[in-house]
């Protein structure tokens, strides 16, 4: 959606596995947020890189969590030691000029 | 941190008009955004306040007093298909956008 790709677009794990969510801005904006979103809730900050500036990762839930962004386009989203408490749908979003955010379509992720 | 206060639910009737409060702390401010999400969809950016004052925008409008931190969204000629959730996200200095639990509009026949 909004030419942000996320994949997987459904992931199913045993509880303790570890997992890897991607998300490709396509058009490289410059300003990229994780949120999470659990079911009937709202959304939860967890990271955001903006340029070559040091990502905020205030939201991040526990060290378990983690996120990369390589050459300032594609991130990754890594879960280590999934709990079930994980289990929720995984939102990225690109940052445009004026500052609103256009959301992919998510990665849902069930951690049995 | 950020608290930001909507009510959960509103129910109202096709063709009326209904008013979204959102109250809202944060540390810094800079702007306020609405987005409108669909059940099982993505969230879609709606409006985006600033300044202080009325945004119109269509059916849409988004009011914020910064003073009194304090925003609301207004829907005018409710459709069957706005029915959805709405989001009350304030951005912080630094660009982080914090986003509400959101509020449910539930629109009937």
């Known amino acids: 959606g909004a030419g942000v790709s996320q994949s997987p677009s459904n992931k199913v794990t045993e509880k303790g596995k570890d997992v890897e969510l991607r998300c490709d801005p396509i058009s490289g904006h410059t300003a990229l947020y994780w949120y999470r979103q659990s079911l009937g809730q709202g959304l939860e900050f967890l990271i955001y890189?903006?340029?070559?500036?040091?990502?905020?990762k205030s939201g991040l839930p526990s060290d378990r969590f983690s996120a990369e962004r390589t050459g300032g386009s594609v991130s990754t989203l890594t879960i280590q030691r999934t709990q079930q408490e994980d289990s929720a749908v995984y939102l990225c979003a690109k940052g445009a000029r004026a500052g609103e955010l256009f959301f992919g379509e998510g990665s849902r992720l069930t951690v049995l | 941190g950020q608290n930001i206060d909507q009510p959960t639910e509103m129910t109202a009737t096709e063709g009326a008009i209904v008013q979204i409060n959102c109250t809202y702390q944060t540390s810094g401010f800079n702007g306020l955004f609405w987005y409108q999400q669909h059940a099982g969809e993505a969230p879609t950016f709606l409006s985006y306040n600033v300044l202080d004052g009325l945004e119109e925008k269509g059916r849409f409008s988004s009011f914020l007093s910064r003073s009194k931190g304090y925003s609301y969204l207004l829907l005018k000629e409710l459709q069957m298909k706005d029915s959805a959730s709405y989001l009350c996200?304030?951005?912080?200095?630094?660009?982080?956008?914090?986003f509400g639990g959101g509020t449910r509009v539930l629109v009937k026949p």
């Open positions: 890189f903006q340029g070559n500036s040091a990502p905020d």
């Open positions: 996200a304030p951005r912080a200095a630094g660009n982080k956008l914090t």
